[in-house]
């Protein structure tokens, strides 16, 4: 995984996500999941890109099961984008990087 991508666990989620000064993009995958893979690219692109101004973060639903209960992922891929420490939008299955961008944007 890039540098640039955070891992985000259940134990520093808290810290991580709900207490960023900027936006969060959450990819929730797992090691089994081909379509997770795939993503793993457009999500260091994304974290290049936005460096500085909003955070990636990648989230192992085998490990942060916590985490993905209490958000309600379902299935793998999803992503989640908050701001301020709340969900704001949520994208279930492989997802396009310009249709992640483009959201990404309207919570800068």
Avoid: Y
Avoid at 11 to 16: I, R, V, Y
Avoid at 21 to 33: M, R, T, Y
Avoid at 56 to 76: F, M, N, P, Y
């Amino acid at each position: 995984m890039g540098t640039k991508i955070l891992d985000v666990k259940d134990g520093n989620f808290e810290e991580e996500v709900l207490h960023s000064q900027i936006p969060v993009l959450l990819d929730f995958s797992a090691e089994w999941c081909g379509p997770c893979q795939k993503m793993v690219p457009i999500m260091e692109e994304i974290a290049t890109e936005f460096e500085g101004r909003a955070k990636v973060g990648s989230v192992d639903v085998g490990i942060a099961q916590e985490t993905a209960v209490r958000l309600g992922v379902l299935s793998v891929p999803t992503v989640i984008f908050f701001k301020g420490g709340k969900v704001q939008e949520k994208v279930v299955g492989p997802a396009q990087k310009s249709a992640l961008v483009s959201r990404l944007q309207r919570l800068l």
